[in-house]
């Protein structure tokens, strides 16, 4: 049953990022499943109950991201920040035969908000987690002396994950390999880091 359940929901996140939450329909997930549709109403009551599993699967994944993370080292930590984030996230968008499913991702983002109101306020929750580990990181790297800059350590945290929004979003709409998306963002990066090193 477990794995039926799986099934729904992996087959579920493929059409989704195909197409929109909106365009897919039951039947075409029970047709895409192979079970009946008695089966997919004995996991989900609706498309809609199916949806926000799907996210809160990914929050999920998200709300423990940084747990693995090195926070002795600003340099170690945003190294294994992005061999982390392009090995298990962006392997599922970029270089694939469906250059918009990448795309489709953000958009599914923007629909949940509109069907669950409370998602924005996990989103925001999200963020915070996001932000508190790179402050916290940043202020042990300016505490240690690993960094020197004038800049305050909210403004770096900031830096860091607002350019790495961005990368991800300009590595899945030109449909970067791994290694092309992992060259530009150490790039990057490692020059920001050169600046936060110096005392001006």
Do not use: C
């Not at 897919?24 to 009551?45: L, M, P």
């Not at 830096?159 to 790039?187: R, V």
Request: glycine residues 6%; negative net charge.
């Amino acid at each position: 049953m477990t794995d039926t359940r799986e099934r729904i929901v992996e087959i579920a996140v493929k059409l989704f990022m195909q197409k929109s939450f909106k365009e897919v329909t039951i039947k075409e997930i029970v047709e895409k499943t192979g079970v009946s549709q008695g089966a997919f109403f004995h996991y989900f009551k609706t498309k809609e109950d199916l949806f926000l599993e799907i996210i809160g699967n990914v929050l999920s994944s998200a709300d423990g991201y940084y747990d693995s993370l090195t926070k002795d080292s600003l340099q170690q930590f945003y190294s294994q920040y992005i061999h982390t984030f392009l090995g298990n996230f962006l392997p599922e968008f970029i270089s694939t035969e469906d250059g918009d499913s990448g795309m489709n991702y953000f958009a599914l983002y923007f629909e949940a908000i509109k069907i669950f109101p409370d998602f924005k306020h996990k989103i925001a929750d999200i963020h915070e987690i996001e932000f508190n580990n790179w402050k916290s990181v940043v202020s042990k790297a300016r505490a240690n002396g690993e960094i020197s800059t004038v800049m305050k350590d909210e403004e770096i945290a900031k830096m860091f994950i607002n350019s790495g929004d961005g990368l991800a979003l300009h590595s899945i709409y030109m449909g970067y390999s791994k290694e092309d998306a992992t060259n530009k963002w150490i790039a990057l990066w490692d020059s920001f880091y050169e600046v936060l090193k110096s005392k001006n």
